[in-house]
């Protein structure tokens, strides 16, 4: 057969993108006309609807994901000298975190086939400064958490779930968030909802929820327990070095709008990478996203690898290909340690064997919500062209 020479789609889509309606539009507009747009009641509501939707006692809105990381890495004590172990296929910011608080990131490898952290590489990198592991729900599947758990308390470490990619998801029947020591959500506009820029953290623990507020606030505290005097209303003490971490109440209300449609979204994600599955299982060279079976996915990312033996050009090409056709792919991630920053700390490059093939093979096709049947078939029809194209074997 003739390969069509017209390009697939005459716009671009993207991998990712958010999904805004007039009820979210009618909740921020409320806050702008009420008497507070920020530090305000809409705060306080979306972190309880998050908490409760996750099975979570507390929650702690913070500005983004990645200051709520930082807040997580404050709140578990890692400071000069610990060692916190976390996965080098993910976002800057799950690493990046500990360095903010003067720790160390080890990079255990992934599992070759759900990309999440491999346990038993945990363990081998396991020192006696270990403080604690961050694992990542890379694209929504829930990392191995009770081989992870059983490590943890063996060890004594705590355990910080980045679930940026897995609001919504489980594992065994337990909500993501509703386990672990700190779980951390983002509401960036490609996540599940958004807040435009926003993160959470979830926890059960209310030592380390304490923590976590004073740290979003400049590390001030009014709660007359914690202080050392009390001079009158107006005083207040500052016993740790936080930040101005805070989410706005305009944030908070979209993000409790947003919320409402999470199920229709995760729905309609699950029917997104069905329909992929169906489309591309068979094409030998194609390795679809390994599902495991104790995990429900929340689908960030559908990821897809080309198997190198069976093309005649490689994944650049490949992706390249596949963009001239308008389809935003896109490549998650980089390997954290081949940063020129941490080759600067003293990181070796190509540390984790699994990490390197997956970042050589990996591209992700779009996937969000508000696609339709046909930017999916759109995406179907130029990874099965670009697959005719190059395929060897
Ligand atoms: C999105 C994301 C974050 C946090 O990002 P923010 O943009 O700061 O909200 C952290 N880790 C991972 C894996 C992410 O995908």
């Given amino acids: ?96 975190c500990v360095l903010y608080t003067g720790g160390k990131p080890v990079f255990a490898d992934i599992d070759s086939e759900t990309y999440n952290i491999d346990p038993n590489d945990i363990e081998r990198k396991i020192t006696k400064q270990t403080k604690a592991i961050i694992a990542v729900d890379f694209t929504g599947q829930p990392a191995e958490i009770d081989k992870i758990e059983r490590i943890a308390r063996k060890h004594n470490l705590l355990v910080i779930h980045d679930a940026a990619h897995s609001l919504g998801a489980s594992y065994e029947n337990r909500m993501v968030g509703s386990y672990g020591d700190m779980t951390m959500f983002s509401f960036h506009p490609v996540k599940h909802v958004t807040t435009g820029e926003g993160g959470v953290i979830v926890t059960n623990d209310a030592a380390l929820f304490e923590r976590l507020r004073l740290f979003r606030n400049h590390g001030m505290t009014r709660d007359s327990h914690n202080m050392t005097r009390n001079d009158g209303p107006w005083y207040y003490e500052m016993t740790d070095l936080g930040y101005n971490y805070r989410m706005t109440d305009m944030q908070a209300a979209l993000g409790f709008s947003q919320m409402d449609k999470l199920d229709s979204f995760i729905e309609r994600r699950r029917q997104i990478a069905a329909q992929y599955n169906k489309a591309l299982i068979d094409m030998p060279g194609l390795v679809l996203p390994y599902q495991h079976p104790d995990t429900s996915s929340s689908w960030h990312l559908y990821v897809v690898r080309w198997d190198e033996s069976c093309f005649s050009v490689g994944r650049n090409q490949i992706f390249n290909d596949l963009r001239a056709e308008n389809i935003g792919v896109n490549v998650h991630y980089i390997p954290v340690y081949k940063q020129p920053y941490y080759s600067k700390l003293g990181y070796e490059d190509n540390q984790c064997a699994e990490a390197e093939v997956y970042y050589n093979t990996a591209i992700s096709l779009p996937i969000f919500p508000l696609m339709s049947e046909q930017d999916q078939d759109d995406v179907i029809h130029a990874v099965t062209k670009i697959y005719n194209r190059y395929r060897i074997k």
């Fill in 1 to 96: 057969m003739k390969e069509s020479i017209e390009q697939t789609r005459s716009t671009m889509l993207p991998y990712g993108k958010q999904w805004i309606d007039e009820d979210d539009i009618a909740a921020v507009v409320q806050v702008l006309q009420s008497d507070f747009i920020t530090q305000g009641p809409a705060i306080e509501r979306f972190e309880r609807k998050v908490a409760d939707y996750v099975g979570a006692m507390y929650a702690v809105a913070f500005c983004n994901g990645t200051a709520a990381l930082h807040g997580a890495s404050f709140a578990a004590g890692i400071g000069p000298g610990d060692e916190v172990i976390t996965t080098p296929i993910t976002f800057l910011a799950s690493s990046n």
